[in-house]
């Protein structure tokens, strides 16, 4: 299994609070990915990050922010968090070039936005 | 704008049978697709993939059959066991070189011993 954490792993905090979600991993691949899975949903992306201070939008990503600003750590920042944000994210990585470039996923963090 | 999609949200078989999750799409970009499973409480773990160029990959008891024509790609668990029991997402990437992906809604297989 690839060396991937997510911390905090639960986390309830109140609406208009702001949030940080941290994703480490210890396999140098250069991809990084926050998605965040809701019923109904399946996983969407929200940010990823192609290399040290390269990020990108996904298809969900109003209301966050990222940073990464070494290749073993991406962050995920809510500013201010509303309850539609209660979600379970999870962070990805990836890092082989060509066609075998399957993701590896982080154990979760539930956050809970009342 | 749901560009891939499971359409069945859960699956029953019963233990030794097979398991057949299916999953459709429609960008046609599309060129590169992976099965994930996830057990509750932990992230998806990576199953399967085909690429674009192929019909069919085969891995163990895991098969991932691609019909471009018809935008659908299915796979087949043979025989099930109740450890498969889980959520199965499928995802499809039409990015090549930034691995993007757009995942389906997920289907829960249960299978029954």
């Known amino acids: 299994d690839a060396g991937i954490t997510q911390s905090p792993r639960h986390k309830v905090t109140e609406t208009g609070t702001p949030v940080t979600l941290r994703c480490h991993q210890t396999?140098?691949?250069?991809?990084m990915y926050w998605y965040r899975q809701d019923p109904g949903h399946g996983l969407r992306l929200i940010h990823y990050s192609y290399g040290v201070k390269d990020t990108d939008k996904g298809e969900v990503s109003d209301g966050y922010s990222v940073s990464r600003s070494k290749t073993e750590d991406f962050l995920l920042t809510l500013e201010s968090a509303t309850s539609s944000q209660t979600s379970v994210y999870f962070c990805?990585?990836?890092?082989?070039?060509?066609?075998?470039?399957?993701?590896?996923f982080g154990p979760g963090t539930r956050l809970t936005v009342t | 704008d749901q560009q891939v999609k499971q359409n069945s949200p859960s699956l029953s078989v019963q233990e030794g049978r097979i398991s057949i999750l299916n999953c459709d799409y429609t960008n046609s970009m599309f060129d590169y697709f992976l099965w994930y499973k996830k057990y509750p409480a932990e992230g998806p773990t990576f199953l399967i993939s085909?690429?674009?160029?192929?019909d069919k990959n085969e891995d163990g008891r895991f098969t991932v059959f691609l019909n471009k024509s018809a935008k659908h790609l299915s796979l087949h668990i043979v025989p099930s066991q109740p450890g498969d029991s889980a959520v199965y997402f499928c995802?499809?990437?039409?990015?090549?070189?930034?691995?993007?992906?757009?995942f389906g809604t997920g289907t829960r297989l249960k299978v029954l011993a």
């Open positions: 396999e140098n691949h250069r991809y």
């Open positions: 995802a499809a990437s039409a990015e090549s070189g930034t691995y993007k992906y757009i």
């Open positions: 085909i690429s674009s160029i192929k």
């Open positions: 990805a990585i990836s890092g082989r070039q060509g066609m075998s470039s399957e993701q590896y």
